[in-house]
């Protein structure tokens, strides 16, 4: 008999969504090669790393150039300062994982994937949709059933469980990507008990973290019970502006435990299986990130994407278009005016005023009709697509 690939990836639909924004926008500046675009669809960082980072990198390079200071293989789940910088940046929040719940990561895309494989392929996938692509299409490629719950104006994007749910593994992300909405803690905790109640586990994915205010919850560490349900999957890519850098990290707790396997052991297990670590240098740069002073310079960072958001959301108001998110996370949803569909959306705002978002549909079905805006553009770009959609859109 013949090798057999993988065929679940025979299940995949087409991820047609940046392709087809690239290949519009490309078509559009042929046509007309003077007008300047204005990108607010972009989920990538502009600024670049922070000093404290950048210092700590060059640092360690220097490390590496000497033979008393340069390192090999660092340790597979993380070194030591490592997992100790970030359970003091949870300490923060008065949330105190032990060091060794801590694992060290390339990011968040590679463990939301990577992750399932402490998962029977028989348990399904709970995804509330829309959703970051990712979710969907690993558990695909990992032959798991995947299974939608809609999150959608009536239920503020934050759907909860119900009494006839039936899931087993299910992503939570908060704040999320597209909608920008976040949980707050009784929320969180329903779905806790929930997961707790039925023996389910959350993959909750904390990309967007740094970006909540308030009395709102970063982690789902902070309700109670947590610990015995949920893994939690964060980076440095929007904390930090780490996109192009890659560094994460993923929390499984030791109290984690379904069919008298724990969680935290099994992936000590993986990762010495299937990693070698993660570079010196990024995690020293890493270490610098969780110092007083680089906590102060990534803030700095979100501050002005906070600021392009307001900017963004003003303008939406002066338009009397509903819109959510912005506050807690880097992405405005906006409803399209006028019952349009994304994608016609997305025409109008190119051909009429250049303007590029992310049409809500490519976040699945539950999207339609909605449009995805980011503050991560530059500020003169971001208060010029701001004056355009006024024009276009003020009633
Ligand atoms: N999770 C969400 C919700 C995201 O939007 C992204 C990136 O845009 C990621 C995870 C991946 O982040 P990373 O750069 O750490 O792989």
């Given at each position: 008999m013949?090798?057999?690939?993988n065929?679940?990836?025979?299940?995949?639909?087409?991820?047609?969504?940046?392709?087809?924004?690239?290949r519009?926008?490309?078509?559009?500046?042929?046509?007309?090669?003077?007008?300047?675009?204005?990108r607010?669809?972009?989920?990538?960082?502009?600024?670049?790393?922070c000093d404290?980072a950048?210092r700590?990198l060059h640092?360690?390079?220097?490390?590496?150039?000497?033979?008393k200071t340069?390192?090999?293989?660092?340790?597979?789940?993380?070194?030591?300062?490592?997992?100790?910088?970030?359970?003091?940046?949870?300490?923060r929040r008065?949330?105190?994982p032990?060091?060794?719940?801590?694992?060290?990561?390339?990011?968040?895309?590679?463990?939301?994937?990577?992750?399932l494989d402490l998962?029977?392929?028989?348990?399904?996938?709970?995804?509330?949709q829309?959703?970051?692509?990712?979710?969907?299409?690993?558990?695909?490629m990992?032959?798991?059933?995947?299974?939608f719950?809609?999150?959608k104006?009536?239920?503020?994007?934050?759907?909860?469980?119900?009494?006839?749910?039936?899931?087993d593994?299910?992503?939570?992300?908060s704040?999320s990507?597209p909608?920008?909405?976040v949980?707050?803690?009784?929320?969180l905790?329903?779905?806790?008990?929930?997961?707790?109640?039925?023996?389910?586990?959350?993959?909750?994915d904390?990309a967007?973290?740094a970006?909540?205010e308030?009395?709102?919850?970063?982690?789902i560490?902070?309700?109670?019970?947590?610990e015995?349900?949920?893994?939690?999957?964060?980076?440095?890519?929007?904390?930090?502006?780490?996109?192009?850098?890659?560094?994460?990290?993923?929390?499984?707790?030791k109290a984690?435990?379904?069919?008298?396997?724990?969680?935290?052991?099994?992936?000590?297990r993986?990762?010495?299986t299937?990693?070698?670590?993660i570079?010196?240098?990024?995690?020293?740069?890493?270490?610098?990130?969780?110092t007083d002073?680089?906590?102060?310079?990534i803030?700095?960072?979100?501050?002005?994407?906070?600021?392009n958001?307001?900017?963004?959301?003003?303008?939406?108001?002066?338009?009397?278009?509903k819109?959510?998110?912005?506050k807690?996370?880097?992405y405005?949803?906006?409803?399209?005016?006028n019952?349009?569909?994304?994608?016609?959306?997305?025409?109008?705002?190119?051909?009429?005023?250049?303007?590029?978002?992310?049409?809500?549909?490519?976040?699945?079905?539950?999207?339609?009709?909605f449009?995805?805006?980011?503050?991560?553009?530059?500020?003169?770009d971001?208060?010029?697509?701001?004056?355009?959609?006024k024009?276009?859109?003020v009633?």
């Amino acid at each position: 008999m013949s090798l057999k690939p993988n065929g679940n990836y025979r299940n995949l639909k087409e991820s047609y969504l940046f392709f087809h924004i690239a290949r519009k926008v490309e078509e559009y500046r042929k046509e007309h090669p003077d007008l300047p675009l204005y990108r607010l669809g972009i989920g990538d960082v502009s600024r670049p790393l922070c000093d404290a980072a950048i210092r700590a990198l060059h640092a360690a390079v220097n490390d590496q150039a000497e033979e008393k200071t340069f390192r090999g293989y660092t340790p597979e789940c993380g070194i030591p300062e490592f997992r100790n910088a970030v359970a003091g940046y949870y300490a923060r929040r008065n949330v105190t994982p032990d060091p060794e719940e801590i694992f060290v990561s390339s990011g968040a895309s590679d463990e939301l994937g990577d992750i399932l494989d402490l998962f029977d392929a028989s348990s399904p996938a709970l995804i509330t949709q829309p959703a970051y692509p990712a979710y969907v299409d690993a558990s695909v490629m990992a032959g798991r059933e995947v299974r939608f719950l809609t999150a959608k104006p009536e239920n503020d994007f934050l759907p909860l469980p119900s009494d006839d749910l039936e899931a087993d593994l299910i992503y939570l992300c908060s704040p999320s990507n597209p909608t920008g909405a976040v949980y707050n803690r009784e929320q969180l905790q329903k779905w806790v008990d929930y997961a707790n109640g039925r023996g389910a586990v959350i993959l909750f994915d904390a990309a967007y973290e740094a970006f909540v205010e308030g009395n709102l919850p970063h982690s789902i560490f902070e309700v109670p019970g947590a610990e015995t349900c949920a893994i939690e999957i964060c980076s440095l890519s929007k904390t930090a502006g780490f996109t192009g850098t890659r560094l994460g990290y993923t929390v499984i707790p030791k109290a984690l435990e379904r069919d008298g396997m724990n969680l935290n052991a099994m992936w000590v297990r993986n990762r010495t299986t299937k990693t070698n670590g993660i570079s010196y240098i990024l995690q020293k740069a890493g270490i610098a990130v969780f110092t007083d002073e680089g906590l102060l310079q990534i803030r700095e960072s979100i501050d002005h994407y906070k600021e392009n958001a307001r900017v963004l959301m003003n303008a939406l108001d002066e338009c009397g278009i509903k819109y959510w998110g912005g506050k807690n996370a880097p992405y405005i949803w906006m409803a399209c005016p006028n019952g349009m569909k994304s994608w016609d959306f997305f025409d109008l705002m190119l051909n009429e005023i250049q303007v590029i978002g992310t049409p809500g549909e490519g976040f699945g079905s539950a999207g339609e009709g909605f449009f995805r805006l980011s503050s991560f553009g530059n500020p003169e770009d971001t208060k010029i697509a701001a004056e355009r959609m006024k024009l276009l859109l003020v009633r």
